[in-house]
């Protein structure tokens, strides 16, 4: 979990942070030299493809991303394992999955999207997928036993497709989940949970909002959406600025 640099004075100061962490998702389609001004340390690139291939222009330009995730679809032929390694990492929707077949295939490091109900069924094949990242999108609010079964996982974002209810005290091991809101419910959803926040924010924000939003939710990762060149070239410049605010360690004299 980052920790946001609080402002001080009333003085507007330039965005300070001491890391950050945005996760984009964007399609394989996206211009080669846009690709590359998005993949830098700090940023999660979830690629969507066509194909289980990686294009040539494409996987030279991915490895200086904090992670990436490349959607892969079943059935998987050869050469497709080799393209993931260290950082990039195979993508996978869990419904229709062939669980065993595919672990019997895949690196470590899969990233799974689950929708609907977290079942104990869903729960199992999770567990035996052994997957880094997980992508809840629940269709209605989650039951208690939902969020009980949550305790085994591990790596969860929890996208709901509505609004949750606040609590009156934060509940148990929410701190390990993170929940993507609109930065607009970042309040509102799930307030006094404890959860730690995924927030979904436009391209375009403005350092003033950047900036005001982390300080109103510390701890918070960045995540949004790449439709078309447009956005790539809004994608980058939120980048930028969000490099720009990371101080650059210095060497001291005499250092080796």
Known sequence: MLAWLALAGAAPEP???????L?????EDIEPDRLE???RPGVVLWLETRSNLLKRSVAERLGRTDATYVRVRPPLGDGVWQQFAGRVQPWVVLEGL???AYRRWAPGGTAADVVGALSEEQLARLRALR???IRWRPEVVPTPEEWARTQRLSGLEVHPGTPLVACARPWKGAE???????ASEADSSAAGCGFALRLEVP?????PELQALLV?????????RVGNEADAGAAAALVRLLAAAVPVARTPPGAH
Not at 176 to 182: G, K
């Open 98 to 100: 062939d669980v065993p």
């Open 131 to 133: 997957p880094q990242a």
């Open 15 to 21: 965005l300070t942070l001491p890391g950050f962490r």
């Open 37 to 39: 001004a998005l993949a």
């Open 203 to 207: 391209l375009t924000i403005s350092e």
């Open 176 to 182: 390990r989940i993170r929940l993507r809101v609109p």
């Open 216 to 224: 109103q939710t510390p701890g918070a990762e960045l995540w949004a």
């Open 23 to 27: 996760h984009l998702e964007l399609s």
